[in-house]
């Protein structure tokens, strides 16, 4: 997928609901779906014209607790279910022609909040690419993206 055309993406592009469909890992040049979001990929992202923005992930297949009331959950069921859920609100900014940058404001995982997530992104009518700087794991290039359709 490639940016509209040769054209930055502008915010306008971006604006609505967006629903999870793919995450991918390149892994020293090897492709693979990203295990950690299981087999069917789910989550929602917003993005808001004043600049707003939020997205919840469930990763992987979740398992029900055993009570239906959270607060009846055991501790043990509890830190599963955070381990096992990524959300994050904010404001964004588009700092160029294919990047996006997430403000963190709240967030499941609290040292993330106050952070700047730098995001590479495209954008192709209702198609949707948003992929992380790579990084190097164990002397291997690793990046990551997770595509999204428009709702």
């Known amino acids: 997928m490639s940016a509209a055309g040769d054209r930055a993406v502008r915010m306008a592009d971006i604006l609505g609901c967006w629903q999870l469909t793919r995450a991918f890992e390149d892994r020293g040049g090897v492709v693979r779906p990203n295990p950690l979001y299981g087999t069917s990929p789910n989550g929602f992202l917003h993005y808001l014209a004043g600049g707003r923005m939020a997205v919840a992930i469930p990763l992987g297949e979740r398992r029900r607790t055993i009570s239906e009331d959270r607060r009846g959950a055991t501790l043990e069921e509890l830190a599963e279910s955070a381990r096992t859920f990524d959300a994050y609100a904010g404001r964004f900014t588009l700092t160029g022609p294919d ?26 009518g209702d198609l949707l690419r948003l992929h992380v700087p790579p990084v190097e794991e164990r002397g291997v290039t690793l990046s990551r993206w997770l595509d999204w359709r428009r709702v």
């Open 99 to 124: 990047r996006i940058v997430h403000h963190v404001e709240v967030s499941t995982h609290q040292n993330h909040v106050g952070t700047d997530l730098m995001r590479g992104i495209e954008c192709h």
